[in-house]
DNA sequence: GCCAACGTTGGC
DNA sequence: GCCAACGTTGGC
């Protein structure tokens, strides 16, 4: 079962605010990237987990896991005039965009900051796509050995 | 199809 | 608020 790593900024959409949502879950929608909607469209699956990670916040890191309840459909916010993210360019005989459905599996005790990811850059998690300087992908593969490796510093770090 | 300009992301 | 990175756009 694939892993994956989805960048929210916490102003925006906090794992708090996921998990005050009704079922513990939402719709992840308004990914307007090639790479990521694709990763979402042909490789997202439902069971798949997720690692929650807060972007452009002071500390940014990992928060927690979600897990993948629906798999992909067309973003309804690309057809919504309304909405920020609104693509006229998307129809809905002819979607452009995807959404999917996560539900908050768990809560991190202590978060995994990018500080602690980058400790182990050149070693453990070498290869780890969110280290990568200048990355802006949303949505990033994260190997089996990545995964673990993090889920382990999770229960250790403070 | 190239590439400069532009806009956005995200760490600091 | 700054700025590096980089995806997208649009002129040619």
């Not at 980058?118 to 949303?138: F, P, Q, W, Y």
């Amino acid at each position: 079962m694939p892993y994956w790593l989805l960048k929210t900024e916490p102003s925006t959409f906090s794992i708090g605010d996921l998990a005050s949502s009704p079922r513990r879950t939402t719709r992840w929608d308004g990914v307007r990237n090639y790479q990521a909607r694709n990763f979402i469209r042909d490789a997202i699956a439902v069971g798949d987990e997720a690692f929650l990670y807060h972007s452009s916040c002071e500390p940014a890191g990992i928060t927690g896991i979600v897990r993948v309840v629906r798999a992909a459909y067309p973003d309804p916010t690309a057809f919504d005039q309304h909405d920020d993210h609104y693509d006229a360019a998307s129809k809905p005989d002819q979607p452009r965009w995807y959404a999917f459905d996560v539900q908050l599996a768990r809560r991190f005790r202590h978060m995994v900051t990018l500080d602690a990811l980058r400790a182990h850059a050149a070693t453990d998690l070498a290869g780890l796509m969110i280290l990568r300087t200048g990355n802006r992908l949303s949505i990033t593969p994260v190997d089996t050995a990545h995964w673990r490796f993090i889920l382990a510093l999770s229960s250790s770090t403070r």
